[in-house]
């Protein structure tokens, strides 16, 4: 091995199996790092997965809960959706929180910048902490059934560490502004 950090995959030949606005998937003909023969699938994601932790002055989030239809399960998770690539993730942020629980924010600080499942796709995420929240009427896209709750910081945290809560996003993004406020950093 003479570089570790190089690509020991070789690509023989690659074809595009799916592709619609969101993703694409693509299957490589491959040699692997062993020097054997085989396939390798990847979904690339057409949006970047945005999320947002709104934190009022009195240590309250906001959680927005709807039924994932992948999942088939309902969920409790932080405002989050998608910035087509391209675009500033904070104006897709700013966009999502509007639309998903009628807030708008005078305060935004990145947190966090994460891929969420790195062996078979691409998508990356990022986080922000929004502060100094004001309510205005929310904008639901037609895709979805939103409930709003309102939940003390803690209580949210408590949520994740019991595993009441299971989306990555959501997380990564309450165990870092948990941590954020043990360091003191907020």
Request: aromatic share 8%.
């Amino acid at each position: 091995m003479e570089n570790p950090t190089e690509n020991p995959w070789k690509v023989t030949s690659e074809k595009n199996v799916y592709d619609n606005p969101w993703i694409n998937v693509t299957e490589y003909q491959v040699i692997n790092p062993s020097g054997n023969p085989g396939i390798y699938g990847k979904v690339h994601f057409k949006n970047a997965a945005i999320g947002v932790v709104p934190l009022d002055e009195d240590m309250n989030t906001y959680l927005v809960g709807q039924y994932r239809f992948v999942l088939n399960q309902y969920c409790w998770e932080i405002p989050e959706g998608g910035g087509p690539e391209g675009s500033n993730p904070l104006d897709s942020a700013k966009r999502e929180l509007l639309e998903e629980t009628g807030l708008k924010a005078t305060e935004w600080t990145e947190i966090l910048q994460m891929h969420l499942s790195n062996s078979v796709c691409d998508e990356f995420s990022v986080i922000y902490l929004a502060r100094g929240l004001q309510q205005h009427e929310a904008e639901p896209e037609d895709t979805e059934q939103l409930l709003v709750r309102k939940v003390p910081f803690e209580d949210v945290y408590q949520m994740v560490c019991s595993g009441e809560i299971t989306d990555a996003v959501t997380v990564a993004a309450i165990l870092k502004v948990k941590l954020m406020l043990v360091e003191n950093r907020l």
